[in-house]
């Protein structure tokens, strides 16, 4: 049976798009919602565009209330009844009573050879610490930050004249090829690592 696939966003949903551009034909999945906690976020007019549903749960009004917002944001997303959800530069930290419902069915992309710089200036933190090597990783989501099973990386090297932005826009490039690799070996019940280099 085809995997439902909710995406959420909070940004631009350049990985988002890729995901969506990646479901077609033979794939095991399809989108079926695109939720972002930002009104003014790029993805959600890229996804409307590409007719696929979007809802918008607002973190501000919360007031810093994770619950309440996690609350909202199952509510909007049940009748869209996802198999699977994946986070794509959604920057709102989940707690445990989010995340534990969807072990094993929740996945993140996030910029860095996890487990190497889990949160944020990833970038930044490879270039001050002189590494090789950077790159990207998908991992199943848990209550740790960034700290869940890891299903798949790409691993560039890092170029004398990188810049954190230099750096970020190559890693974004792996990222666009990684995500939908991992979602489509993933959603097909294949939790084999992808490994890109
Ligand atoms: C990506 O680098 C993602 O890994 C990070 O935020 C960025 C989101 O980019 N967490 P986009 O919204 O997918 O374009």
Known sequence: MTKRVAIFISG???????????????HPARACVVV?????????EIAEARGVPTEVVRH??????????????????APHAPDIICLAGFMRKLTAEFVDPWR???????????PKYK????????????DKFHGCTVHKV???????????QAKIPVLPDDTPDRLAARVLTQEHLLYPAVLRRFAGGDNRLVMLR
């Open 12 to 26: 631009g949903g350049s990985n988002m798009l890729k995901l969506l551009e990646s479901m077609t034909d033979d």
């Open 36 to 44: 972002s906690n930002d009104p003014n976020a790029r993805g959600l």
């Open 60 to 77: 501000q009004p919360f007031k810093g209330d994770r619950r309440a917002f996690e609350h909202a944001l199952s509510g909007v997303l």
């Open 104 to 114: 094993d069915k929740m996945l993140n992309i996030h910029p860095s050879l996890l």
């Open 119 to 130: 949160g944020l200036h990833t970038h930044e933190r490879a270039l001050a610490a002189g």
């Open 142 to 152: 848990t209550p740790e930050l960034d700290g869940g099973p890891i299903l798949g």
